[in-house]
């Protein structure tokens, strides 16, 4: 599939002469054809305009078609093949399967919203029944269901080019709910994203959909994201990237006539606590996975554990060395973009400054855009006077925090940001220890694990990929999992209409053959 270096706008592609621009081979050093031309104001308008005339369409498709949709786009991405591995390869310096993995789980998103659409609770059909004859007062005839937002602005994140950008988690959860959407391609990966979009459009095509469901708009710098937030008709945000972006887009659209919600994965540095019988028992294996995890893809993670908090003595002494000895063995590896190796440079740099912290080991420095695995530490004394120490640092390192006694260790998870998630490495003997913590963490992350590591984030029903400011810009949401489709979803309510008017969710016969709630009882 040829790569034209130019933005998708409905069925038809820009001819914009805005800014040109190459991606960025960090592997080799040197930038990969072909040029890209930035979208202008003019595609901005066109891309949204198309999307708000598709909307009213869109979102009354039925949810077997929606399933179908979404079914679609991922064979169309499977179809592309080898091509669209090579690429993301070039334009990221992810190895081959890492991204074929990373395909896998795009795919994997969009099947999972399909079966999510068929099985149909995310409408939450309520219907209370008019009780005419009730005293003192009749109530009236109330149904309620769940209907699409409106056009969502989704920005692709730098570390994954697949799962996080043009058809990942923000996508194909809006187009489930009913969305169209206007993609804000990353410009690390241009030639993966137009790729992706492409196949997109053959599926909003084949599946004969509005052409505005679907627009991916390619660029450098800032000005682009803004303008796209502030169209009127953009009615929701999907972003992933660092909280400077994403505050920087929350400001936008709260300054709009009309604010919108941005749901914002942001910063995030995902403790892990090593309780005392657990270290005592397993230090050499804990240190080994722990260092396993930091260094999982260059540390380009948003789950990465930058944290790791136990109590002071032997024990934690050891696990110091022992992880120090394993960091010694990895290697340097290549991070996503030049501007991303600078600010993990910077980070380090930051870190190995402070008069309170001593490094524990760094790999030996690496040439062009590789990133060095480091490993620090430091009392809970210093962690809680110093905020530089409580700061992300997005990349292969991570802190360690001696707190002198249990007492403290809450007093440092008390001092903590809202993470996406906490860790908990525990045995038996840790369950009272834990069950001082649990209330703590349950205010301060969005998932805590016991006995694993954070990396990795499991596509289900049940999983939570968010958490409180900074982590994400709203707690009560998810990125990852099929609670994702809540986002860009909205209430209605229907008083005493004709069933030959009502949507079908709500209606007395339930032709979708949904599970309504009925006078507060679940039924079918």
Not at 210 to 225: I, K, M, R, Y
Not at 292 to 316: E, H, I, K, R
């Amino acid at each position: 599939m040829a790569i034209s270096g130019q933005s998708i706008i409905g069925n038809s592609q820009s001819n914009s002469k805005g800014a040109v621009f190459q991606a960025f081979d960090t592997a080799r050093g040197k930038p990969i054809a072909p040029d890209f031309h930035s979208a202008d104001r003019q595609d901005i308008e066109r891309a949204c305009t198309l999307a708000q005339a598709a909307f009213d369409t869109y979102r009354e498709t039925g949810q077997e078609a929606r399933a179908r949709f979404l079914e679609t786009i991922a064979q169309q991405i499977l179809d592309i093949g080898d091509e669209l591995i090579l690429r993301a390869m070039a334009e990221s310096g992810l190895p081959r399967a890492r991204l074929e993995g990373e395909r896998g789980r795009t795919v994997g998103q969009l099947r999972l919203f399909a079966a999510v659409l068929r099985e149909g609770s995310w409408n939450d059909a309520r219907i209370d029944p008019a009780l005419p004859e009730r005293q003192p007062l009749p109530r009236v005839d109330l149904r309620l269901r769940n209907i699409a937002i409106g056009p969502v602005a989704v920005f692709g994140a730098s570390n994954f080019p697949l799962a996080f950008s043009v058809a990942g988690g923000d996508t194909a959860a809006a187009l489930a709910a009913g969305c169209p959407v206007v993609v804000k391609a990353h410009p690390a990966h241009p030639g993966t994203s137009e790729l992706v979009g492409r196949a997109v459009q053959q599926a909003v095509a084949s599946c004969k959909l509005p052409e505005g469901v679907f627009s991916l708009l390619t660029g450098v710098g800032n000005a682009l994201g803004i303008a796209l937030v502030q169209n009127p008709q953009i009615q929701a945000v999907g972003f992933t990237g660092s909280r400077q972006g994403g505050l920087a887009l929350m400001q936008a659209a709260a300054a709009r006539p009309q604010p919108i919600p941005v749901f914002a994965e942001m910063s995030s540095i995902n403790p892990v606590y090593l309780l005392p019988a657990a270290l005592a028992a397993r230090g050499e294996a804990i240190a080994g996975n722990f260092v396993d995890s930091v260094t999982m893809g260059a540390g380009q993670f948003c789950t990465n554990p930058g944290l790791v908090l136990g109590l002071a003595g032997a024990d934690f002494e050891r696990f110091a060395q022992l992880a120090s000895q394993q960091l010694a063995q990895r290697s340097a590896a290549t991070m996503l973009t030049v501007g991303i190796h600078a600010a993990y440079q910077q980070g380090v740099a930051t870190l190995a400054a402070q008069a309170e912290v001593r490094q524990l080991g760094r790999v030996a420095a690496a040439d062009g855009c590789q990133a060095a695995p480091a490993l620090f530490i430091a009392s809970a004394a210093a962690f809680l006077s110093n905020p530089v120490l409580g700061a992300e640092v997005f990349g292969p390192v991570s802190l360690l925090v001696a707190c002198a006694d249990e007492a403290e260790l809450l007093q440092a998870t008390e001092h903590l940001e809202g993470q996406l998630t906490a860790t908990l490495q525990m045995d038996e003997g840790d369950k009272a220890l834990a069950r001082r913590l649990l209330p703590v963490l349950e205010r301060k992350a969005g998932r805590i694990l016991a006995n694993g590591f954070p990396t990795g984030v499991e596509i289900s029903h049940a999983m939570v990929h968010g958490g409180p400011f900074p982590a994400t810009s709203d707690s009560r949401s998810t990125s990852v999992g099929s609670a994702a489709i809540y986002r860009f979803l909205r209430p209605v309510s229907y008083q005493n209409l004709a069933q030959d008017l009502l949507p079908e969710a709500v209606q007395d016969a339930n032709p979708l053959a949904i599970w309504q709630r009925r006078d507060g009882q679940l039924r079918k």
